[in-house]
């Protein structure tokens, strides 16, 4: 299959399916707001290295978590008992961001979140589109998540902990948080052990545009959550 080109003078992107086997999809354009949020609805995203152009893939088949399918392990459940943790939402988005760059990830020699990528998500944050999750332990932020919320779709980004277990806590608190708000979905985009150990799983490319089609009739709703701290 092609790999197309993006103008930057303009937001179309080609049909999601068009992606190749191993979920490429179109090369180029810029990390506008307007463009992200515009490859989000149509479940697209970008995913590059360092000094690399700008990748967007829509992989088949899609890890997504169901709210209502959250596993919490048994070894989890003291953390919530004994409050080990304090959450907040949308306290601070670009520090997350750049925790969740510096993160070490076996395998990875470097990060995909560029400073191109922090400046075009905190302007998405500051629109009220794109979303953090910080997880304190006395005061000191050890661990969060970012991603992108879409009518009632959460689109996860990337996460970070700094002691065992914060970023798993902040996950959990996110998607109970979710369900309680009517979301539907949760786009982990691509596997790993870790979120399937919270009840992740595949579902086909078709099944999940098929969800954004669906969301696409629900109201944008951005803004701030920063409430949302205060109901845990």
Same mark, same amino acid.
């Given at each position: 299959?092609?790999?197309?080109?993006?103008?930057?003078?303009?937001?179309?992107?080609? *049909?999601?399916?068009?992606?190749?086997?191993? $979920?490429?999809?179109?090369?180029?354009?810029?990390?506008?707001?307007?463009?992200?949020?515009?490859?989000?609805?149509? $479940?697209?995203?970008?995913?590059?290295? !360092?000094?690399?152009?700008?990748?967007?893939?829509?992989?088949?088949?899609?890890?997504?978590?169901?709210?209502?399918?959250?596993?919490?392990?048994?070894?989890?459940? !003291?953390?919530?008992?004994?409050?080990?943790?304090?959450?907040?939402?949308?306290?601070?988005?670009?520090?997350?961001?750049?925790?969740?760059?510096?993160?070490?990830? !076996?395998?990875? @020699?470097?990060?995909?979140?560029?400073? @191109?990528?922090?400046? $075009?998500?905190?302007?998405?944050?500051?629109?009220?589109?794109?979303?953090?999750?910080?997880?304190?332990?006395?005061?000191?932020?050890?661990?969060?998540?970012?991603?992108?919320?879409?009518?009632?779709?959460?689109?996860? #980004?990337?996460?970070?902990? #700094?002691?065992? *277990?914060?970023?798993?806590?902040?996950?959990?608190?996110?998607?109970?948080?979710?369900?309680?708000?009517?979301?539907?979905?949760?786009?982990? =985009?691509?596997?790993?052990?870790?979120?399937?150990?919270?009840?992740?799983?595949?579902?086909?490319?078709? =099944?999940?545009?098929?969800?954004? #089609?669906? *969301?696409?009739?629900?109201?944008?709703?951005?803004?701030?959550?920063?409430?949302? $701290?205060?109901? *845990?």
């Amino acid at each position: 299959m092609p790999i197309f080109w993006l103008s930057e003078h303009n937001l179309v992107f080609p *049909n999601p399916e068009l992606a190749d086997p191993q $979920g490429v999809l179109a090369i180029g354009g810029d990390l506008s707001p307007q463009r992200l949020l515009k490859a989000y609805s149509m $479940g697209i995203f970008p995913w590059f290295g !360092p000094g690399e152009p700008i990748l967007w893939w829509s992989p088949d088949p899609r890890f997504v978590l169901f709210p209502d399918e959250l596993k919490v392990a048994r070894s989890m459940r !003291p953390y919530f008992n004994q409050r080990k943790f304090d959450v907040t939402f949308d306290g601070q988005f670009e520090t997350v961001m750049r925790k969740c760059a510096a993160q070490y990830r !076996p395998g990875q @020699g470097g990060t995909w979140i560029t400073k @191109g990528m922090v400046k $075009g998500y905190t302007r998405l944050h500051e629109m009220g589109y794109a979303h953090s999750v910080e997880v304190m332990q006395d005061g000191q932020l050890v661990g969060g998540l970012y991603g992108i919320a879409l009518g009632r779709i959460f689109f996860g #980004e990337s996460m970070f902990s #700094e002691v065992n *277990n914060a970023s798993k806590f902040g996950f959990i608190t996110l998607v109970r948080q979710l369900e309680k708000k009517g979301f539907w979905l949760v786009d982990c =985009q691509q596997e790993t052990r870790h979120l399937a150990s919270l009840g992740a799983r595949s579902i086909a490319r078709e =099944q999940f545009l098929g969800l954004l #089609e669906k *969301n696409g009739a629900e109201p944008m709703a951005p803004g701030s959550w920063s409430d949302w $701290g205060e109901e *845990n």
